[in-house]
């Protein structure tokens, strides 16, 4: 199974650490997103996307290369996020139509905490400081074995 992993981690690589524990499990190719451009997706099985939430979503650099992407790209995919509060799957909705107006078939999701220290959270140090720690990685990689049990 030939899988990439398309992701964005922009403050404290929470995001990153998280993409780098589902690859070492699906043995994935990871590229940041800045690292893809007119990227040809057809020639992998499955496609994973993950960003930080920020304003209650996934980076808007992910949706625009969403935007465009085309027929040929229609494949099982999965969406993962770091956030600074709990529940965070909650915010993956504007992603998740995106990909399902693509016609993608979106196998699973995965959220944990990050360490967040954006607008007055900087003032106090931020919150979830040693987030992602490793139970959050170990769940990363028990998220990344169900993927592959759905491709």
Known sequence: ?????????????NTEKIAEAIAEVLQSEIKKLNE????????????????????????????????????????PVFIFSTSGTKGGIKY??????????KNCYIIGEFNCLGWDSVGPLILVGGINKKRPNEKDLEDAKRFALTLKEKV
């Open 1 to 13: 199974m030939k899988s990439l992993i398309i992701y964005i981690s922009v403050h404290h690589k």
């Open 36 to 75: 893809v451009f007119d990227e040809d997706l057809s020639s992998y099985d499955m496609v994973g996307f993950g960003s930080g939430i920020y304003m209650w979503q996934h980076h808007k650099s992910i949706f625009n290369f969403v935007d465009k992407m085309t027929d040929k790209d229609r494949k």
């Open 92 to 101: 993956h909705k504007e992603l998740r139509n995106k990909l399902l107006k």
